[in-house]
């Protein structure tokens, strides 16, 4: 075959074009992220809401006065001890012990153990405070900051993830 014959079949050559059959699949794939990162958005802003008014109405039926979240510091900690589930994700906290200094023996179970890396109970503002740090696969410092809402019997806070550098209102029941 001639140069100028190998020069035309080159030039005559098409772009190839994806049909549509192919590019079907990514605009579904495409669609179905949008409407996941849409409902966790809610989700998320549902628990947010649903956590401040349950502290809203908690805090409006008891008087401060009353209330036990004024309790003497010198009975410690022993009202915090237990299993502690997390509703929205089934994760638990287990306080097996605590200190008088404020160190906890404490297991985070999702639902296998990850590593407790630092755990600690405190008093701040007359409340009962607790800080647990992570330091497993997935989890690398990821942290706890919670609050013992003693009408409720629940802690109410943060969980930072630190993988993702994120912060999400949390809150963890006691398991009966």
Same mark, same amino acid.
């Given at each position: &075959?001639?140069?100028?014959? $190998? ?6 050559? !098409?772009? #190839? /074009? ?15 992220? #949008? ?10 802003? !549902? ?9 809203? !109405?908690?805090?409006? $039926? ?13 009975? =410690? *900690? ?9 509703? %929205? ?8 012990? @605590?200190?008088?200094?404020?160190? &906890? ?8 153990? @990850? ?8 008093? +701040?503002?007359? $409340?009962?405070?607790? *800080? @647990?740090?992570?330091? %497993? !696969? =997935? ?11 003693? %009408?409720?019997?629940? *802690?109410? =806070? ?6 993702? +550098?994120?912060? *999400? ?5 006691? /398991? $009966?």
């Amino acid at each position: &075959m001639n140069s100028r014959r $190998k020069k035309n079949r080159q030039s005559s050559r !098409k772009p #190839v /074009q994806v049909p549509a059959k192919k590019r079907f699949p990514v605009i579904w794939v495409s669609l179905i992220i #949008v409407v996941a990162v849409g409902a966790i958005i809610l989700v998320v802003a !549902k628990l947010k809401s649903t956590t401040q008014n349950q502290i809203a !109405k908690s805090d409006a $039926k008891i008087p401060q006065a009353l209330s036990t979240a004024a309790l003497d510091k010198d009975k =410690g *900690f022993e009202n915090l001890i237990g299993r502690w589930l997390r509703p %929205d994700g089934g994760y638990i906290i287990e306080i097996r012990s @605590i200190r008088a200094d404020g160190r &906890m023996d404490a297991a985070y179970l999702n639902p296998r153990p @990850i590593n407790v890396a630092r755990a600690e109970a405190s008093w +701040k503002k007359g $409340k009962q405070e607790l *800080f @647990i740090e992570l330091q %497993d !696969k =997935g989890y690398p410092g990821s942290t706890y900051t919670l609050d013992y809402n003693p %009408d409720q019997d629940a *802690f109410t =806070g943060v969980y930072f993830q630190a993988t993702l +550098k994120q912060a *999400f209102e949390v809150v963890f029941v006691r /398991q $009966k």
